[in-house]
């Protein structure tokens, strides 16, 4: 059995399946103006607007970064 794939959530302050990070993203990116009772970086109420806005701000850091995926918790970066 393969490992479940996780990524860290701040603004929950818990690991999540990487399914799991998808379908929230894609609910607050079919819904821009519901409150969530949480950002993906912060942990007060966010719009899905917020939200993606967040999620963008991640991917490109992640890029940025330029840590292979394998390599990110050795680096401290998630």
């Known amino acids: 059995m393969e ?5 860290y959530v701040p603004g929950a302050e818990q690991w999540v399946a990487v399914g799991q990070y998808v379908q929230a993203v894609k609910t607050a990116k079919a819904n821009p103006e519901a409150r969530f009772p949480y950002g993906l970086t912060c942990w007060w109420p966010c719009t899905g607007t917020e939200i993606i806005e967040q999620f963008r701000k991640g991917m490109h850091d992640r890029i940025s970064d330029g840590v292979p995926y394998s390599r ?7």
Request: aromatic share 0%; hydrophobic share 25%; net charge neutral.
């Open 3 to 7: 490992p479940r794939r996780m990524i």
């Open 72 to 78: 990110r918790e050795e680096e401290n970066v998630s």
